[in-house]
């Protein structure tokens, strides 16, 4: 490149606001209900766009129930360089109640006097396909590296993809791979992800009375069911709101981590309140474990009888550490609800769903690239974190590919409001991202050679 990266960059920022403006004005929300016609116009834009930018290998996978995936790639330019597998998803989340939104949600508009961009799905994940748009017109079509580009439109409900990869492993074979489904901590702060907790359910209930019976002549001997079921739960944490199920892994956290003052800016705790538990924010959210009671069955106030109630049952969400063993976990919970005996009463303990976690290996080639990289597109070095959400396919591709170098990182930042209100992504972070991801390829070009050299 005859120009520096960031000026080459520079004169690429029109072209690709106008693409992510095109991109987040078609609703492609993939969640049951939602038309499928938006879905297959984002396939179609995204496909367009990929040829424009250089790419002549694109295909179309279709699996069952699934919106298509696009499988794209370039050619490594010559034998002694490496494949990078770039991925992306092009579905959105729903926009919620749209009375909550400050403009329409498809419909992007610019704010912060246009320093960035609101609407359903910019950054969450159309910012990070762009990113990677970007990467390929910077370098003219013609990358560093051999390229694998999947972008897939059913990433926020669950897909027949998820489990795909390792089925078809020589279509994702790579030596490393940019999982751009993520973010900066604060706009700003280059981030890499480097842990994903494992989730899984579990299902308690209890049944006490063959039906309701009035308070006032069965209370106080009659079990009430809900008092039983709230009594367990009761057990799950300790006087400080640390997890007391015995067993579920909790390590120190050795990356960076949220502010007390932006965590509870980001999770909007009321003014006063303590946050639960003990020890740094690191391990509470993305180190150890967490149990959260998602819902419970039992008599809404308004239309409660003045009765005992018969059976109750509640939903609760598992998170644990990136590499315990899901049933490992899950089991744990289980053994702990299963050993309460409330007032002597035994409760009905079922698993639901359990995914694991992912941390990836972060010292190999890859990883010193991309340090180099993030330095490079934000001028600072990066941190680690890790994310409480999961990413499923993260798992189905690093099977596919075992031994390549997993990285996460991209456009968003903790402050996009994704999958809430007013979603909306930062241009400066647009810009950043677009020159790391390219520095990344070169970098990392350079380092497989050296490596395979000696
Ligand atoms: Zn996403």
Redesign the pocket.
Known sequence: MAMDLGSRVDTLMDGLRTDLERLTAIPSVSFPGFPPEPLQQAHDLLVDLLRDAGVERIERLDLPDTAPIIVADVPPPSADAPTVLLYG?YDVQPPGDESLWQSPPFEPTPIDGGLGLRARGVA??KANIIVHLGVLRAYEGKPPVGLKIVLEGQ??YGSAFDDYPPTDPGRFACDAMVIA?TGNIRPGSPTLTAGLRGASEVFVEVRTLDEARHSGEFGGAAPDALLVLLTALGTLHDVHGDVAVEGLRREEWTGTAYTQEEFRSLAGVRDGLPLMGTGSLGERLWSGPAITVIGIDAPGVDHAASAVVPYARAKLNLRFHPQQDPEEAQGLLVTHLQSMRPFGIPLTVTSGDAGPGFEPATEGPAYRAARTALREGWGKDPEFVASGGS?PLVNGLSKAAPGAEVLLFGAQDSMCN?HAPNERLLFSELRSAVIAEAAFLREYAEAYRAENRT
């Open positions: 998803h969450d994940d990433e926020e489904d990413i994704l």
